[in-house]
C-alpha cells in the first residue's frame, strides 16, 4: 500500500474471491457458478444491436427488469431494487443500516464479504459462532438489537434454517433490519420474499449468479418494503445510477422471463447433487445437509488442503478454507454430471494412492 493510503484502512484486509483461471483448462468447482450457458432467450437479447446502443448509459430507474423480477415474485416493482452482483446490494446495506449507534450481527463461519464490508465501513461487528454441527441458532439473534445478517442458506456450510425461525427473528427484532441473504435459495430452502409483505424490517437479497447463470453479468437485487427500497435507491443514487449496464439489464429480464429455462437446470443440479453427496458419504466423507449448488465435505483421512491441491494438480478446482473449523473440508460446487463423475474418479485415484 502507498503512505497516502487513509489509516481508516489500516485494519482492511480486502475479499479474497475463489480462482478464476483465464486459460479454461480445469473444471471448475470452486466458485459456485452455473455449468450450464444462460437460457437462450438471454443470448438473443444480448443482439449486436444492442451492443451498438452502449454508446447510451444505461436506464437509471431499471423499470424492464425491475418489473419482470417484481412480476416472477408477485411484488410491486416499488418493492425492488437492483445492485451491481448482490455484493453491491449488500454494500449499500450496510452503509444504509449500521452505524455506531447500530452494530451488525452475523454467524463466524459465512459469507465473507460480511466482515469485509463491516472493515470498510468501519462499523462494530458481533460475529456469533455457529453451533458445532455448523447449524445456525437463531435464538442467539432474537432481540439482539443490531442489524442481522444471515445467508439462508448459509456457506459454505450449505446448511438452511427455516421460515419459522426467520419469522422469528422478524417479531424479536422489531426496531433492526434483518437481511437474509438467499444467494443459493433456488436450490432447495424456502424463501422469505413472502414475508417482507408483513415485516418493515425484512430484504431479502438474491443474485442471478448462482441458479440464473449470469455470474458474469453482474446482477442482484433486493426485495422489501418501499421505504427500505427508497433507502437503498438513495445510496444507489449517491453511489453510481447505472449500476446496471444496458446489456445486464436486457439479460437479467430475458432471463427472469424463461421460467422453463430456471426449472429444469436448477431441478438438474439438485438432482447432481444428491447423486455427489451419495457418491461422496460412499468414499468416507462427511457431507454436511446442503440446499445449494455446492456440498461441504470433509474426509475420514485426507484433509482439505491435501484434497485441493491433488485435485487442482490434475485439473480439478475446489475451494478450500484455511481457518478453524474448516479446514478439513473442500467445498465442492455442483457442476454437470459428467464433471461429478470426473471429480469422484480423480477423487478415487487421489485416495487409492493413498493406502
Ligand atoms: C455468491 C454470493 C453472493 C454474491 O453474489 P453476486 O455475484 O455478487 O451476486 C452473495 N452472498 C452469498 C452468500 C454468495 O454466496
Do not use: W
Not at 14 to 20: I, L, N, R, V
Request: a negative charge.
Amino acid at each position: 500500500m502507498s503512505r497516502f493510503f487513509s489509516h481508516r484502512f489500516d485494519s482492511l484486509t480486502a475479499y479474497t474471491p475463489g480462482e478464476q483461471p483465464q486459460d479454461q483448462q480445469y473444471i471448475k468447482l470452486n466458485t459456485n457458478e452455473s455449468p450450464f450457458e444462460p437460457s437462450p432467450d438471454v443470448i438473443k437479447a444480448v443482439s449486436s444491436e444492442e451492443v451498438g446502443k452502449l454508446r447510451l448509459y444505461s436506464d437509471p430507474e431499471c423499470k424492464r427488469t425491475v418489473q419482470a423480477i417484481a412480476d416472477y415474485y408477485g411484488v410491486k416493482s416499488k418493492n425492488v431494487v437492483l445492485g451491481n452482483g448482490s455484493d453491491e446490494i449488500l454494500s449499500f446495506i450496510f452503509q444504509a443500516y449500521c452505524d455506531s449507534d447500530t452494530p451488525v450481527a452475523f454467524p463466524d463461519i459465512s459469507y465473507g464479504f460480511y466482515s469485509v464490508f463491516a472493515r470498510l465501513y468501519g462499523i462494530e461487528a458481533d460475529v456469533i459462532p455457529l453451533k458445532e454441527d455448523y447449524s445456525l441458532d437463531v435464538n442467539d439473534y432474537c432481540g439482539i438489537g443490531k442489524t442481522v445478517v444471515i445467508a439462508n442458506p448459509n456457506a459454505p456450510t450449505g446448511m438452511a434454517v427455516s421460515l419459522a425461525d426467520i419469522e422469528k427473528l422478524l417479531v424479536s427484532n422489531p426496531d433492526n433490519i434483518v437481511v437474509i441473504d438467499e444467494a443459493y435459495v433456488d436450490f432447495g430452502a424456502d424463501s422469505a420474499v413472502a414475508l417482507t409483505k408483513k415485516y418493515s424490517n425484512l430484504i431479502v437479497v438474491q443474485t442471478f449468479s448462482k441458479s440464473r447463470q449470469l455470474a458474469g453479468a453482474r446482477l442482484g437485487f433486493a426485495i422489501a418494503h418501499e421505504n427500505i427500497i427508497t433507502d437503498l435507491n438513495t445510496i444507489r443514487f449517491s453511489t453510481n445510477p447505472y449500476n446496471i449496464n444496458r446489456l445486464t439489464l436486457l439479460a437479467g429480464e430475458a432471463s427472469i422471463k424463461d421460467t422453463a429455462y430456471f426449472e429444469s437446470t436448477r431441478t438438474e443440479i439438485i438432482a447432481n447433487r444428491e447423486y455427489t453427496v451419495t457418491e461422496l458419504e460412499k468414499r468416507g466423507f462427511r457431507v454436511l445437509p446442503s440446499k445449494t449448488n455446492f456440498v461441504f465435505a470433509a474426509h475420514s483421512e485426507a484433509g482439505g488442503e491435501e484434497l485441493y491441491s491433488k485435485l487442482k494438480a490434475r485439473g480439478i478446482l475446489v475451494r478450500y478454507f484455511n481457518k478453524e473449523r474448516l479446514s478439513d473440508f473442500l467445498r465442492i460446487t455442483i457442476g454437470t454430471r459428467e464433471q461429478m463423475d470426473a471429480l469422484l474418479n480423480t477423487l478415487d485415484a487421489i485416495l487409492s494412492e493413498r493406502e
